[in-house]
């Protein structure tokens, strides 16, 4: 799942950022609130983790556009003041949830999940499938013919991009983009060591192999022709 963090102070946004992904969340992060309204607008977030005193635009005006347009993305509200009626006014503007600074950054990773698993359940399926492979993004159980299959955070969110993209040609460095949050080339084999553990696990036992390499290239996910 795809978290967008709009906050302007940077180092609660890295702690954030870190904590969620401990999770196996991708997240993106933006400091200002007129780039956060328009990157929500053009991305399918799954949830958006927004604080309400930003520069550019303000928190509450951000959701209230986003819900004026249709968009239905889940939204946790942050804000340093609190007040009974501050939180009212966001739950109002179609804000799903608000948590008063200071707070625990195990509390936030709650409540994210929480507001996706109930919008996730009221209005799209979860789960992404190929042959008899299932990963639920919320509940984040992965099976392959009703077997149980573990993977660490990194290994989910490595096959829950392949998923994503099942047919098409994943390149290393598209990647290390969605799973790393790299914007560049380290110049290691982390990539093709992941893709070994995912493969082993998702593949190994059965006759019929889902996760392919593209030589030279990446990897794709697809059934064989």
């Known amino acids: 799942m795809r978290i967008l963090i709009v906050e302007d102070e940077k180092k609660t946004s890295s702690f954030v950022r870190k904590a969620l992904q401990a999770e196996g969340y991708a997240v993106d992060v933006l400091h200002r609130g007129d780039e956060g309204l328009a990157a929500a607008l053009i991305t399918p977030f799954d949830a958006l983790v927004l604080d309400i005193m930003l520069p550019g635009r ?12 249709g968009n239905n993305v889940p939204v ?4 340093a003041r609190g007040a009974v009626d501050e939180r009212i006014e966001g739950l109002n503007a179609g804000a799903d949830d608000y948590l008063p600074k200071p707070f625990e950054l195990g509390e936030l990773v709650a409540r994210v ?16 499938r190929l042959a008899d492979l299932s990963l639920d993004t919320v509940t984040r159980e992965v099976r392959r013919s009703d077997q149980l299959i573990h993977l660490s955070p990194r290994e989910f969110r490595f096959l829950e991009h392949l998923l994503r993209s099942a047919g098409r040609i994943c390149t290393r460095m598209m990647l290390l983009e969605k799973v790393w949050d790299y914007d560049f080339d380290p110049g ?5 060591v992941y893709a070994g553990r995912v493969r082993e696990k998702v593949d ?10 593209v030589r030279g290239v990446g990897y794709v996910m697809k059934e064989p022709q």
């Open 188 to 192: 290691t084999n982390v990539v093709d």
């Open 113 to 128: 999940r929480a507001i996706c698993r109930r919008t996730q359940g009221a209005s799209r399926s979860t789960v992404l």
């Open 204 to 213: 190994g036992g059965f006759e019929v192999k889902l996760v392919h390499t």
């Open 76 to 79: 946790l509200l942050l804000s």
């Open 58 to 69: 303000d928190g509450l005006s951000i959701v209230k556009q986003l819900r004026e347009r």
